[in-house]
Each structure stands twice: as structure tokens, then as C-alpha cells.
């Protein structure tokens, strides 16, 4: 409506004047707010472009939580808006910058935000980048793999991406390697799996992640190493054993998600 047009408006003239900046709190919950609103309107790119500065002059090393929160407010937002590019951007510079652990629940609502978001834009793979590297630091503190529900959402969040760069082939890479199957534990060895079986939603969310990727075009994309150009029929080959080891059945929806995938 015209009047909720001229509050967004009022709002951006306030925030660029105000002399405040946004702590961790303020951040999270303004982006996230902003979830349902159309960035094709000028008064909501307009609102962005005054938000923009403020989150940029923060010292503060925002939580993990807020970041995922933030991020996960992104999913009507397509990357093809300068606005959206600039945030990203400026976002991807404060995760680049936290010394925290990103957990499951951070890594996979901060991945459903992008849902919409191409990896052709360098923004979005700057924050790929960075997601990337805070799975490897998860990893490698020892934190328990990921849920199935959490691998699902976070391949569901790749819907967009092309998987032709490197940024994105590494995503891939971190988290085939949150795939857990049989394992040796305790004294004696014993071969146990752990608890990461894929519900019918699960595969169906996984699959339907990965439909704008090409696994033969891959193989042979010239902008990968060869290592990277493995590594989405590596995610497959685990997704399917994900399948064949799973006790459910696949419901009507699930495996239409999974085929359009």
C-alpha cells in the first residue's frame, strides 16, 4: 500500500542519517525481517542501501546465530540486485572475520537463504567461500557430523547454483564430508553406524537442491581442478547409498522433488 511505501521510505531516511550502527541483534533481526518484502520495490532497495553502512561500521564480531538468522532472511532476495550484492558482500567480510564455530543449525539456515542466489555472482561465492571454510573449522574441532535434516537443508540451498566454480565445488567437497556411514567405535572396534538415516523428505530436499547442476558438464568444466570436478559424483554416489540404506518409503511429493532435482 502506498502508506507502507512511505513508512519503508521514512525508515531509510532515518537509518542513513541516525549516527548508530547495527550490533549482532539489531543486524539479524532487521535482514531477517525483511524476508517477505519484494526487492523489486525502490523503497525496499532503498531501505538496504541505508542498512548497508551500518553493518560495515560494526566492530562488533557478530554470533554465529545472528549470521544464520540474517542470511536465512535472504530467500526471496535474488542476486541480480546491486543492494543484495553489496550486503552479501559485506556479510561474507564478517564471517571471513569471526573466530567463532559455525554449528549445523548456523551453517544450513545461512545456505537455505541463498536458495534464490546464483554462484555465477562473485558475491555469492565470496559467501560460499566463507561458509565453506567455517564447515572445514567445524570439522576439524571434532563437532559430531551433521544431521541428515541439516545436510538436507543445506543442499536444498544450492537450488540456484550452477556448480561450475570452484567456490561451490568446494561447498560440495565440505559437505560430502559431513556423510557419515559405517564407523569403528569403542575398544574393540566394533562397526556401528551412526544415526544419520535420510527420511523420505531428506532425499527429496537433497536432490531437489542440486537440479541446476550437470554432473557430466562438470566432469569436464574447465574453470575446476580435477579433484573439484569429482567432487558432486561423490555427493551423489553418497546420496544414493543414502537411499539404498534407508528403511523408509519415499513418499509421492519426495520423489517428485528428488526426479525434478
Known amino acids: 500500500s502506498p ?34 518484502m519484494s526487492f523489486e520495490i525502490p523503497q525496499v532497495q532503498m531501505l538496504l542501501r541505508s542498512l548497508i553502512p551500518k553493518i560495515e561500521a560494526s566492530n562488533e564480531e557478530y554470533a554465529p546465530i545472528a549470521i544464520g538468522s540474517a542470511l536465512n532472511g535472504f530467500k526471496q532476495m535474488s542476486s541480480k540486485h546491486l543492494e543484495v550484492e553489496l550486503l552479501l558482500n559485506t556479510i561474507a567480510g564478517k564471517i571471513e572475520s569471526s573466530t567463532k564455530i559455525y554449528n549445523e543449525m548456523t551453517i544450513s539456515s545461512s545456505l537455505q537463504g541463498l536458495l534464490n542466489m546464483s554462484d555465477n555472482n562473485t558475491a555469492v561465492r565470496r559467501v560460499l567461500a566463507a561458509l565453506t571454510k567455517k564447515i572445514d573449522q567445524y570439522k576439524a574441532h571434532g563437532q559430531p557430523p551433521f544431521s541428515a535434516t541439516s545436510l538436507a537443508h543445506c543442499l536444498a540451498g544450492l537450488r ?9 565445488a ?30 523420505s523428505v531428506d532425499i527429496g530436499r537433497a536432490l531437489y537442491g542440486l537440479q541446476n547442476m550437470n554432473a557430466i558438464s562438470i566432469t569436464k568444466e574447465k574453470t575446476l581442478n580435477e579433484a573439484q570436478r569429482g567432487y558432486l559424483n561423490t555427493l551423489l554416489d553418497f ?3 543414502k537411499i539404498e540404506s534407508s528403511v523408509g518409503t519415499l513418499r509421492e511429493r519426495d520423489l517428485g522433488d528428488a526426479l525434478y532435482g
Do not use: H
Open 3 to 36: 502508506i507502507f511505501l512511505q513508512l519503508l521510505e521514512t525508515l531509510a531516511i532515518q537509518i542513513r542519517i541516525s549516527s548508530c550502527v547495527l550490533n549482532g541483534r539489531a543486524f539479524s533481526n532487521a535482514l531477517n525481517g525483511m524476508g517477505g
Open 160 to 168: 540456484s547454483m550452477s556448480g561450475r566454480y570452484s567456490e561451490t
Open 239 to 241: 546420496i544414493a547409498q
Open 170 to 199: 568446494e561447498l560440495i567437497r565440505a559437505l560430502s564430508e559431513q556423510f557419515v556411514f559405517n564407523v569403528d567405535i569403542g575398544e574393540g572396534g566394533v562397526s556401528k553406524e551412526k544415526n544419520q538415516e535420510f527420511r
